[in-house]
């Protein structure tokens, strides 16, 4: 596995971690729903883009 396949597991982690949180989020409700449940939904998006590239750039680089 190389750097980049590395970093795209990490970041996968991260993209569940965000995911888990928004779900805990959003069942808790009310105000802190409000102000917190789009912040995470878009670090979530912004995540899973970070780890599509990632995981692409670790197949070019794997030579494979």
């Known amino acids: ?6 970093l795209a597991a990490i970041t996968m982690l991260a993209v569940l971690t ?3 949180a928004g779900v805990v989020v ?3 409700g009310g105000e802190f729903n409000r102000r917190w449940g789009n912040v995470l939904m878009r670090w ?3 995540l ?3 780890a ?3 995981i ?5 680089f794997s030579g494979r």
């Open 1 to 6: 596995m190389n750097l980049f396949g590395i």
């Open 18 to 20: 965000v995911l888990l």
């Open 26 to 28: 959003m069942a808790r």
């Open 44 to 46: 979530r998006v912004l």
């Open 48 to 50: 899973q883009l970070v």
């Open 52 to 54: 599509i590239v990632l």
């Open 56 to 60: 692409v750039l670790a197949f070019l």
